[in-house]
């Protein structure tokens, strides 16, 4: 089994930034595709941004293109989100797939959330 620990989530003020980690062990998440998700309060859990098992390829949901960026090294995958906003206010959750290409669902692993915090 393996097991995903995220990390790096806080309080921020509007404008911002914050850096997720998110640390992979027990199986191999090497060659295996790995996203970013969140989920606001009152809200369904949304895909954020995606990224390949190469690192080559990387998906993001628009509102967070040009501010989000995700990247990977072997066994950890990091969100860096600047510019926050507000509505960036989530609990963020790694997650990963059993295959290595990027897609926003058909995720298996999932690591227990991070909470950002962003105020006006």
């Known amino acids: 089994q393996g097991q995903l620990v995220e990390s790096g989530g806080g309080l921020v003020q509007a404008g911002g930034s914050l850096r997720l980690s998110c640390a992979a062990s027990g199986r191999t998440f090497s060659r295996v595709a790995m996203g970013w998700f969140r989920q606001a309060p009152g809200k369904e859990r949304e895909f954020v941004a995606a990224i390949s098992a190469s690192g080559a390829y990387a998906s993001y949901v628009d509102s967070v293109k040009g501010r989000f960026t995700i990247s990977r090294d072997t066994n950890t995958v990091y969100l860096q989100m600047n510019t926050l906003k507000p509505e960036d206010t989530a609990v963020y959750y790694c997650?990963?797939?059993?295959?290595?290409?990027?897609?926003?669902?058909?995720?298996?692993?999932w690591g227990q959330g991070t909470q950002v915090t962003v105020s006006s």
């Open positions: 997650a990963a797939r059993r295959v290595g290409v990027v897609d926003t669902t058909g995720y298996d692993y």
